[in-house]
C-alpha cells in the first residue's frame, strides 16, 4: 500500500496546479462587475481610504472571509482595475476553464503550494494587476478572525509590493456559513485601506508586516450588529447555530440542537433564546455567555485542555469522497478518520481492489477545512482532507456533530507542535552557549 495514493481507474487526471494564471480577460472583467452590481449594489456601501495612492500601479489585497458576497463586494471595490483571486479548487468544480479565463488561481486548502509564489510574481509583475487573497482561507465559523499564519508576512516580503486591505463587515451576519441557504436582510459595509507602501514592504521585518495585517483585519461581526443596532428579526436566525456552538456550557455535553431562535440542549434541557441584536439569553438558569465568539473560544479551550491532558483524540466511520481534478468528485465508500495529537490525520480506506491511507500531519496543518452544508455532495457536515494533488471529503455519521471540534484541535495540536518546537530550538541555543 502506497501512503497518499489512491488506486484510480485508468483515465482519471489530476488537476496541475502548476499552470500559468491568465490575465482576466476585459470583457469578463465587465461582466462580473455588471453581475456583482445587479446582486449587490444596493445591499452594501464601500468607503475608500487612501487608495489613491495604488491608483496606477499593482498591489496586494487581502481581505476577510464571510460568504460568497466577498467575492462580488471585491469586484465592486477594485473595478476598473483587473484582478486575480487566490481561490480554493472546489470553488473552479466543473467551471475551471471560466474561472481561469476570470483570473482565478486555484489552491487546495491549507496545502504549501511551491508553485503559488511564481504565480503571484507573474500576476504583480507582468500582468500589472491586483492580487487578491483571503489569508484567513475559508468562511468564518463565528464572525471573528480565524488564524492568519506568520508565512504571509514573509510572502509580502517576498513580493515586494504595497498592500491594501478590504475589510467586509456584515456579511456574515446576513449569511453565516452555518445557515447560508436563507439570507438575512443585513445592509453590508466594507472599507478598503491602504496599508502598507512599497517602502513599507521592503523597510519592516516580516515579524512586523504580519502583525500590521492582522490588526487591520481583526473584526468581530456580533459586536459590530450591537454596536451598530442592526435587528435580525427573522424566526430562523439560529437555525445551524449548534454547529458552531456544539458543547453545552452547564452539563458539558456535546449534543447542541438549534430551530427557530433557540439553542438547546437535549442532554441537560437548558435553552438559550437568540435575540434580534445577536445576543444568548439563558432562558432557564444562568446565561453563562451572551457574546455568541465568547462561547466559541470556551469550546476551543476545552479542546485545548483535552489536548494538554492527553485525552483527546478521533475516531470514527466516515462516507469519503475525492476531487483529484475540477470535472466530478469520485467517491471512495466508508473509510476510517482519525485524528490524534502525533499523527495527525489519517483517512483509511479500500477502493478499487487496494487499500489505501491518506495522511496529514499535525506540523503541515496550522487549520482545516470544514463545511456544514456542503451543496456539492451532500447537504451535510464535512471535512476537507488537502494533499497537493488531491482532496478528500470526509462526512461523519450526521448524527453526531463533531467537525468544529476537529477544526479547534487541528489548530491547537499545531500550536503546540510549533511550541514544543521552538522551545527546542531555544534549547539548542542555550546549549550552544
Given at each position: 500500500?502506497?501512503?497518499?495514493?489512491?488506486?484510480?481507474?485508468?483515465?482519471?487526471?489530476?488537476y496541475?496546479?502548476?499552470?500559468?494564471?491568465r490575465?482576466?480577460?476585459?470583457?469578463?472583467?465587465?461582466?462580473?462587475?455588471?453581475?456583482?452590481?445587479?446582486?449587490?449594489?444596493?445591499?452594501?456601501?464601500?468607503?475608500?481610504?487612501?487608495?489613491?495612492?495604488?491608483?496606477?500601479?499593482?498591489?496586494?489585497?487581502?481581505?476577510?472571509?464571510?460568504?460568497f458576497?466577498?467575492?462580488?463586494?471585491?469586484?465592486?471595490?477594485?473595478y476598473?482595475?483587473?484582478?486575480?483571486?487566490?481561490?480554493?479548487?472546489?470553488?473552479?468544480?466543473?467551471?475551471?476553464?471560466?474561472?481561469r479565463?476570470?483570473?482565478?488561481?486555484?489552491?487546495?486548502?491549507?496545502?504549501?503550494?511551491?508553485?503559488?509564489i511564481?504565480?503571484?510574481?507573474?500576476v504583480?509583475?507582468?500582468?500589472?494587476?491586483?492580487?487578491?487573497?483571503y489569508?484567513?482561507?475559508?468562511?468564518?465559523?463565528?464572525?471573528t478572525?480565524?488564524?492568519?499564519?506568520?508565512?504571509?508576512?514573509s510572502?509580502?516580503?517576498?513580493?515586494?509590493?504595497?498592500?491594501?486591505?478590504?475589510?467586509?463587515?456584515?456579511?456574515?451576519?446576513?449569511?453565516?456559513?452555518?445557515?447560508?441557504?436563507?439570507?438575512?436582510?443585513?445592509?453590508?459595509?466594507?472599507?478598503?485601506?491602504?496599508i502598507?507602501?512599497?517602502?513599507d514592504?521592503?523597510?519592516?521585518?516580516?515579524?512586523?508586516?504580519?502583525?500590521?495585517?492582522?490588526?487591520?483585519?481583526?473584526?468581530?461581526?456580533?459586536?459590530?450588529?450591537?454596536?451598530?443596532?442592526?435587528?435580525?428579526d427573522?424566526?430562523?436566525?439560529?437555525?445551524?447555530?449548534?454547529?458552531?456552538?456544539?458543547?453545552?456550557?452547564?452539563?458539558?455535553?456535546?449534543?447542541?440542537?438549534?430551530?427557530?431562535s433557540?439553542?438547546?440542549c437535549?442532554?441537560?434541557?437548558?435553552?438559550?433564546?437568540?435575540?434580534t441584536?445577536?445576543?444568548?439569553?439563558?432562558?432557564?438558569?444562568?446565561?453563562?455567555?451572551?457574546?455568541?465568539?465568547?462561547w466559541?473560544?470556551?469550546?476551543?479551550?476545552?479542546?485545548?485542555?483535552?489536548?494538554?491532558?492527553?485525552?483527546?483524540?478521533?475516531?470514527?466511520?466516515?462516507?469519503?469522497?475525492?476531487?483529484?481534478?475540477?470535472?466530478?468528485?469520485?467517491?471512495?465508500?466508508?473509510?476510517?478518520?482519525?485524528?490524534?495529537?502525533?499523527?495527525?490525520?489519517?483517512?483509511?480506506?479500500?477502493?478499487?481492489?487496494?487499500?489505501?491511507?491518506?495522511?496529514?500531519?499535525?506540523?503541515?496543518?496550522?487549520?482545516?477545512?470544514?463545511?456544514?452544508?456542503?451543496?456539492?455532495?451532500?447537504?451535510?457536515?464535512?471535512?476537507?482532507?488537502?494533499?497537493l494533488?488531491?482532496?478528500?471529503?470526509?462526512?461523519?455519521?450526521?448524527?453526531?456533530?463533531?467537525?468544529?471540534?476537529?477544526?479547534?484541535?487541528?489548530?491547537?495540536?499545531?500550536?503546540?507542535?510549533?511550541?514544543?518546537?521552538?522551545?527546542?530550538?531555544?534549547?539548542?541555543?542555550?546549549?550552544?552557549?
Amino acid at each position: 500500500m502506497e501512503q497518499n495514493k489512491i488506486n484510480y481507474k485508468k483515465g482519471v487526471k489530476f488537476y496541475r496546479l502548476d499552470r500559468r494564471p491568465r490575465k482576466t480577460l476585459w470583457i469578463l472583467n465587465w461582466l462580473m462587475h455588471f453581475l456583482s452590481s445587479l446582486l449587490m449594489k444596493r445591499k452594501t456601501k464601500i468607503e475608500k481610504i487612501g487608495m489613491e495612492k495604488v491608483k496606477d500601479i499593482p498591489y496586494v489585497l487581502l481581505s476577510n472571509h464571510h460568504d460568497f458576497a466577498d467575492f462580488e463586494v471585491n469586484c465592486l471595490a477594485t473595478y476598473p482595475r483587473r484582478v486575480n483571486n487566490i481561490a480554493t479548487l472546489e470553488q473552479h468544480y466543473k467551471r475551471a476553464w471560466l474561472l481561469r479565463l476570470c483570473g482565478l488561481i486555484p489552491k487546495r486548502k491549507f496545502t504549501t503550494d511551491p508553485n503559488l509564489i511564481n504565480q503571484c510574481e507573474i500576476v504583480l509583475n507582468e500582468f500589472k494587476a491586483i492580487l487578491s487573497i483571503y489569508p484567513e482561507a475559508r468562511y468564518s465559523p463565528i464572525g471573528t478572525t480565524a488564524i492568519i499564519p506568520d508565512s504571509y508576512g514573509s510572502l509580502i516580503k517576498k513580493l515586494g509590493h504595497p498592500v491594501c486591505v478590504l475589510l467586509h463587515r456584515g456579511n456574515y451576519l446576513r449569511s453565516p456559513v452555518w445557515n447560508w441557504r436563507k439570507k438575512r436582510k443585513v445592509k453590508t459595509f466594507s472599507t478598503m485601506k491602504f496599508i502598507l507602501s512599497k517602502e513599507d514592504v521592503e523597510q519592516k521585518s516580516a515579524d512586523e508586516i504580519i502583525e500590521i495585517v492582522r490588526k487591520e483585519l481583526e473584526y468581530d461581526e456580533y459586536r459590530y450588529q450591537k454596536d451598530n443596532n442592526i435587528i435580525i428579526d427573522e424566526p430562523y436566525r439560529a437555525e445551524g447555530l449548534h454547529h458552531v456552538l456544539y458543547k453545552c456550557p452547564g452539563c458539558k455535553g456535546e449534543n447542541m440542537t438549534s430551530f427557530g431562535s433557540t439553542l438547546k440542549c437535549p442532554d441537560c434541557q437548558k435553552e438559550w433564546e437568540m435575540t434580534t441584536l445577536g445576543e444568548l439569553v439563558a432562558k432557564n438558569g444562568e446565561t453563562e455567555f451572551s457574546h455568541i465568539p465568547s462561547w466559541f473560544e470556551w469550546e476551543r479551550k476545552c479542546v485545548r485542555e483535552e489536548i494538554e491532558s492527553g485525552t483527546y483524540s478521533y475516531k470514527g466511520e466516515v462516507e469519503v469522497h475525492s476531487l483529484p481534478n475540477t470535472n466530478k468528485f469520485i467517491p471512495l465508500g466508508n473509510a476510517i478518520l482519525r485524528h490524534e495529537p502525533k499523527s495527525g490525520f489519517t483517512i483509511e480506506g479500500h477502493y478499487n481492489g487496494e487499500d489505501y491511507k491518506i495522511s496529514r500531519p499535525v506540523a503541515g496543518m496550522y487549520g482545516v477545512h470544514i463545511e456544514f452544508d456542503y451543496n456539492h455532495i451532500h447537504p451535510l457536515p464535512c471535512v476537507h482532507i488537502s494533499l497537493l494533488n488531491d482532496s478528500f471529503v470526509c462526512f461523519p455519521d450526521k448524527n453526531k456533530n463533531v467537525v468544529m471540534k476537529l477544526l479547534f484541535a487541528t489548530e491547537e495540536l499545531y500550536k503546540v507542535e510549533m511550541a514544543e518546537r521552538e522551545a527546542k530550538r531555544a534549547q539548542r541555543r542555550l546549549n550552544a552557549e
